[in-house]
């Protein structure tokens, strides 16, 4: 798929790129690649690349001294440092961090060519409204001005809920953290981002097993497991930095590295094991493998005593996955996972890897909970080299999720309770009643009035259910009326045909994005639509988290180029219009119109204490970026040095406070350290027995630990049954009397002494518990197979049927209604979609990056050599693919050997096409991406998740005929 252009005009004018003005220093794509950035070496070429940046070329002074600027690479979670050249404000040059101890002075094709994300001539260049069906520029008072009084009027007339605040993994944790504020300010909890369609049932199953829904080791970590386990993730694509992490492991260790994915994927050709499966049977798959582990007593029989709960009741469902069944239902024989099954029991410690392959399923939390039951049984949890390295997305979708930009939960994790709301009440410096007051209410089905303050939002993955569902049907006064896309791709969301119909429905439409994204040319609009320039984070500053919890922290690189405005500028002046800024901001320095971030991160530091967000202060995060040459490339942790015993960007959790001085935890429920040395247990979270069972650890404890055994969460009428409380200061004290006296846990104690002393005597804060898989809470409590919605094996609907229909996040949600539908008469292929290493996302940057739309220029469906002949398609021929709610793409079609015959895969980073229709003009001039091409959830099929509504993109039903 490496093509040529062939027409510059299908494929975007190239000619006014800065490409096509580099005569002098011609960077060719060979060169681009091996030298990972515009400036190789650190030399310049100033002259041949600035192209259309805001500041003129001739602002750069031959030979005059450059800046260097430390930055975080904008696309995957990886954490990759960039180093920025600057010449007198112009960004000439770059290179990868070499002494960055994640990326190790490497960059991917997408972080290589970073410098054009923000110095690109293709960006939103100031603020534009639709009028018309043309886009019109307006100024930013007018833009404020405008859109603040239309959705003043909605919200008096229809309440705060009919407002969707739709936020942004691409914003620093300031910026995220603001912008849950915001909406709750605002009065709604009807907010998201993008991490409800690719991880929150990792985040949901995870948390539910084991206390915390994140990675638990880290990338470099890998480097001393003993065997890789990837399964619905491809990190040779998606994630490419890591890949030197992974074979480092394999190279080094001799590690047998097994992917398990229905498609050949680039990671696949590394693999000493593929395991090629049905999609949509993760859950058959594992457990046919663990039923080889517990027939022959593989096991680690006292881990699971010491510390899981409920591996009985999995031991009987696996029982019923025998190696027949199992093949029968994933298509993978019982040979082969036998003999996976004695490759990861005869090499401990190994880890476990997934990514959205296995997340994106109406069964994605059953997914991810019985990955995680497999590392348990195993014994890998809580030990060098093994975990759950959950790979996420983009680069700040970890720290975006931990601060809750969700329908779900406030900052932390700590849900929508009273008392949450009280707990972040305090550390605003808010009055709890009036925060209250901005909220709707709605009658419950006893008939008393609940305030939607306590009730979860609509998810971003139903908004299009909020604008066109009869509002009879939704837990909130009326429908959403106006959608505000801070920095998210619609594209990337499914059944883009009803998208479209629910844009034309909404009375406002806010785009705020540095590009203008597909929501600026999906719909028929003729009005009511703005385009806001935010940013790119390379034009302001603050911290980052990446997907191993480090927090690193950026330098701004430039100031913002054309006339756009940082984020957490935009918060503040829509905060101004809504006349709660002074309320919002009353903790935060501003100056002039710009909050001051290293304030935002002083006051989310006084609050996050549920994961630990409280002991990375700017100052410690900036020392670790000033200082990352004296980290070890295995352990992240410092030698000597400033930093000297932290570990790499103070990985969450950080207890206590700055002041205290944690050093960061490099792998959750490592028990072989002390806690005060980052060491941990399971969390005891879900109480401390269930159905008479013990739920606490027996006879495992971090070291150092003064209580030899199990124990529930901190509180401080724990302390003083300890008689602990006396290692308490006068003002800890004073603080946690102020909060609720004894009442008060580890979670709500704003002076963080009940952390400092449960640490002091070896305890983890949060309690010291078993895992459990069985999570009584969930719709299955173990884990199982359940059919896809969409399915062609009619034959196993019966013995594997989905949920019944149900209420779901304020909607209704199909399940049986759907399955119950055979379309596999007309629709009999599978449908699945993924990465490519060229594009991130929606793709709007990298498809207006010259540098990478090269590299792939055409939307494209792969098919299976046997498919292609019976349909009579060749490599390269046009086709429609058709799926069966009505919608069909026409792509180009790669007949590959990468799938199985039967099963079809797109790439989902393209948009600007619809159904056949190119959409370019529709684009404000000189904004359209450089490549455009059918948005693969165009085709892309209703389904949710049963536990948190992550849409089904993996496992659907298609044809296919050439166009």
Request: proline share 5%; aromatic share 10%; net charge neutral.
């Amino acid at each position: 798929m490496l093509r040529k252009k062939t027409s510059g005009v299908a494929n975007g004018p190239l000619s006014s790129s800065f490409i096509g003005k580099a005569a002098e220093k011609v960077v060719d794509r060979r060169a681009f690649l091996r030298g990972s950035g515009l400036a190789i070496g650190g030399i310049a070429a100033a002259s041949a690349l600035v192209g259309a940046n805001v500041k003129p070329a001739q602002a750069v002074i031959a030979g005059g001294a450059a800046e260097i600027k430390k930055t975080v690479c904008t696309h995957c979670s990886v954490g990759c440092s960039v180093i920025a050249e600057v010449n007198n404000g112009v960004w000439t040059g770059q290179e990868p961090g070499w002494d960055s101890p994640i990326n190790l002075g490497a960059h991917c094709a997408k972080g290589a060519s970073v410098r054009e994300t923000a110095s690109g001539e293709r960006r939103l260049k100031y603020p534009m409204k639709l009028v018309g069906g043309k886009w019109s520029r307006m100024s930013w008072d007018e833009a404020i001005n405008e859109i603040g009084d239309k959705m003043e009027d909605i919200r008096g007339k229809s309440g705060p809920d009919s407002v969707y605040w739709l936020g942004s993994a691409k914003h620093s944790n300031e910026q995220a953290y603001l912008f849950r504020k915001f909406y709750a300010y605002w009065g709604t909890n009807n907010g998201d981002h993008q991490a409800r369609i690719c991880h929150s049932t990792t985040v949901a199953g995870v948390a539910n097993t084991w206390g915390y829904g994140a990675m638990t080791n880290s990338y470099n970590d890998i480097h001393n497991s003993r065997a890789i386990f990837v399964i619905g993730g491809n990190p040779a694509e998606a994630h490419p930095v890591s890949l030197l992490h992974i074979l480092k492991a394999k190279e080094q260790n001799n590690a047998p590295l097994i992917i398990c994915d229905p498609r050949f994927t680039r990671t696949a050709a590394h693999a000493d094991e593929y395991v090629r499966f049905r999609p949509g049977t993760d859950v058959g798959l594992i457990w046919g493998i663990m039923w080889h582990i517990f027939e022959n007593g593989w096991e680690d029989k006292e881990f699971i005593r010491q510390r899981v709960y409920g591996m009985d009741d999995v031991m009987d469902e696996v029982k019923k996955w025998t190696p027949e069944e199992t093949e029968r239902v994933t298509g993978v024989p019982g040979s082969q996972l036998k003999r996976v099954a004695q490759t990861m029991a005869n090499n401990r410690p190994g880890t476990f890897i997934w990514c959205m392959g296995g997340t994106q399923h109406t069964n994605g939390n059953n997914n991810t909970r019985a990955y995680c039951a497999l590392q348990l049984a195993l014994g890998n949890m809580g030990t060098a080299g093994g975990g759950a390295n959950i790979f996420r997305g983009h680069d700040n979708v970890q720290g975006a999720t931990d601060f809750c930009v969700l329908s779900h939960s406030l900052p932390g994790y700590y849900g929508l309770s009273a008392g949450a709301w009280k707990h972040w009440s305090r550390v605003w410096g808010e009055d709890y009643d009036w925060i209250k007051g901005r909220f709707d209410t709605i009658k419950g089905s006893d008939g008393k009035e609940k305030s939607l303050m306590n009730l979860k939002g609509i998810p971003v993955s139903r908004w299009i259910d909020g604008v066109l569902e009869d509002k009879e049907n939704i837990d909130q006064p009326d429908n959403v009326r106006a959608m505000v896309f801070w920095g998210h791709a619609p594209n990337s969301q499914t059944r883009q045909l009803e998208m479209k119909q629910a844009m034309e429905k909404l009375d406002l439409m806010v785009v705020i994005d540095p590009f203008p994204t597909v929501s600026a040319v999906l719909s028929d609009r003729t009005d009511g639509v703005y385009l806001l320039p935010a940013s790119t984070q390379y034009e302001t500053y603050g911290s980052v988290t990446a997907s191993n919890r480090s927090l690193q922290w950026r330098e701004k690189v430039i100031d913002p180029s054309f006339d756009s405005l940082p984020d957490h500028v935009i918060m503040y002046k829509f905060a101004k219009k809504f006349g709660f800024a002074d309320r919002m901001f009353r903790n935060i320095t501003i100056n002039g119109e710009e909050p001051l971030v290293e304030d935002v991160t002083r006051e989310f530091n006084k609050g996050m204490w549920t994961i630990g967000y409280t002991g990375q202060s700017p100052e410690r995060l900036k020392l670790h970026m000033e200082n990352q040459h004296t980290f070890d490339r295995t352990t992240l942790q410092a030698i000597g040095g400033p930093a000297d015993g932290d570990y790499y960007g103070l990985p969450w959790p950080c207890w206590g406070t700055a002041d205290m001085g944690h050093p960061g935890t490099p792998l959750l429920y490592d028990t072989s350290k002390p806690v005060a040395e980052g060491g941990l247990c399971f969390r005891a979270r879900f109480g401390v027995e269930h159905e008479g069972n013990n739920l606490l650890a027996e006879g495992s404890y971090p070291v150092g630990s003064e209580i030899k055994d199990g124990y529930p969460e901190f509180n401080m009428a724990m302390l003083k049954k300890l008689g602990w409380d006396g290692d308490l200061s006068a003002d800890e004290k004073a603080a946690i009397k102020k909060v609720a006296g004894d009442k008060t846990n580890w979670k709500t104690d704003l002076s963080g002494g009940i952390q400092r002393v449960a640490i002091k005597h070896g305890c983890a804060p949060f309690g010291n518990a078993k895992a459990r898989v069985k999570v009584w809470t969930f719709p299955d409590p173990i884990p199982l197979h359940r059919e896809p919605l969409y399915t062609n094996r009619r034959d196993l609907v019966a013995d594997y049927p989905t949920y019944s229909d149900r209420k779901a996040y304020r909607l209704p949600t199909l399940y049986k209604s759907i399955q119950d539908v055979d379309h596999s008469k007309n629709y009999p292929f599978i449908l699945t979609s993924g990465r490519l290493v060229e594009y991130v996302g929606g793709g709007d940057n990298t498809r207006s990056n010259p540098w990478l739309a090269e590299l792939q220029q055409d939307m494209f469906v792969e098919l299976n050599p046997r498919d292609a002949n019976s349909k009579r398609i060749r490599d390269g021929d046009m086709v429609w693919v058709s799926t069966p709610e009505g919608a069909r793409i026409k792509v180009m079609a790669m007949v590959t050997e990468r799938v199985a015959a039967g099963v079809m895969f797109l790439p989902f980073h393209y948009g600007g096409h619809l159904e056949g229709k190119d959409l370019r003009s529709k684009y404000p001039d000189g904004a359209d991406p450089y490549v455009l091409g059918e948005a693969a959830n165009t085709a892309m099929t209703y389904g949710y998740d049963s536990v948190t509504q992550m849409q089904e993109t993996k496992c659907s039903l298609c044809n296919i005929e050439r166009a």
